[in-house]
C-alpha cells in the first residue's frame, strides 16, 4: 500500500527537490503540496496525509506553531521534521511537541527513506547529524535543573544496549542488523522499555537515558 505524503515549505525550490527525491523511493507517493499554515491546515483536512514533512521556518506560521495545531487536528498524521537548522533546543521542543523525526534538508535520498520507513512503521528517526545535539541539550537540561530522583529503570542489559541505540536515532531494523535480532525482537524489547519507563517519545527517552548515565556525550 502506498503512504501518502504531504510537502509543506515556503519554498517552491525545496518542495520541488523533496518531491524529485520521493520519486525514486518505492511504496511512498506526494499527494498534495502547501506553503504557508492555512494551506497546511486545509490540505490536511481535505488529504488525510499519513506522514508531512514540515519545515519549521514558514513565514506567515511558526513551524512550531504548525506541529502544535497538526497535533490538534490530525494526530494520527506523523510528522517528519524537515529543516535547516541545528539548533537544539529547537529540536528538542519539536520532539516534545509531538514531532516523530527530524532530518537536515541536505539529507541523502538514502536518509529521507531510511525516515519515511521508520515513522511507517511507527518509529522515531533522528538524523545521526543531530543526534549528538539532541544528547547534548538533553545533558545540559539535566545539568541546569534539579530532576526528581526516578526509581531503579530495572532494564534488562539488552534493554539497556537497544535504549542506547534507539536514543542515537537507529531505527529498528538498523538495531536488528547491528545486534544479529529479528526486527519483531526489537520491537518487543522497544515496547517493553517505553512501557517500563513510562515514556513514549524520542525526547523523553533522551533525557531519562542522560540523566540515569545510561549514555553520554563521550559514548
Do not use: W
Amino acid at each position: 500500500m502506498t503512504c501518502n505524503l504531504l510537502l509543506v515549505d515556503d519554498h517552491s525550490l525545496i518542495r520541488a527537490g523533496v518531491r524529485a527525491l520521493v520519486l525514486d523511493i518505492p511504496g511512498y507517493a506526494v499527494i498534495g503540496e502547501a506553503n504557508d499554515g492555512a494551506q497546511l491546515l486545509e490540505a490536511v483536512e481535505r488529504l488525510n496525509p499519513d506522514i508531512i514533512l514540515l519545515d519549521l521556518s514558514m513565514r506567515d506560521t511558526g513551524g512550531l506553531d504548525a506541529l502544535r495545531q497538526l497535533q490538534a487536528v490530525r494526530p494520527q498524521s506523523k510528522v517528519l521534521i524537515l529543516s535547516m537548522h541545528t539548533d537544539p533546543q529547537l529540536i528538542m521542543q519539536a520532539l516534545e511537541i509531538g514531532a516523530h523525526g527530524y532530518l537536515l534538508k541536505d539529507t541523502t535520498a538514502t536518509e529521507l527513506a531510511q525516515a519515511l520507513e521508520a515513522l511507517r512503521n511507527d518509529e522515531r528517526y533522528l538524523s545521526p547529524a543531530i543526534a549528538h545535539t539532541v544528547i547534548n541539550q538533553a545533558l545540559t537540561q539535566v545539568q541546569r535543573h534539579s530532576l526528581v530522583e526516578t526509581e531503579t529503570h530495572n532494564l534488562t542489559g539488552r534493554q539497556l544496549e537497544i535504549l542506547r541505540l534507539i536514543v542515537r536515532g537507529k531505527s529498528t531494523r538498523e538495531i536488528a542488523n547491528g545486534l544479529g535480532l529479528s526486527i519483531k525482537t526489537v520491537e518487543t524489547h522497544r515496547s517493553q522499555i517505553m512501557k517500563r519507563l513510562q515514556i513514549f517519545d524520542v525526547a523523553g527517552l533522551v533525557l531519562f537515558a542522560v540523566r540515569e548515565r545510561i549514555i553520554s556525550l563521550d559514548d
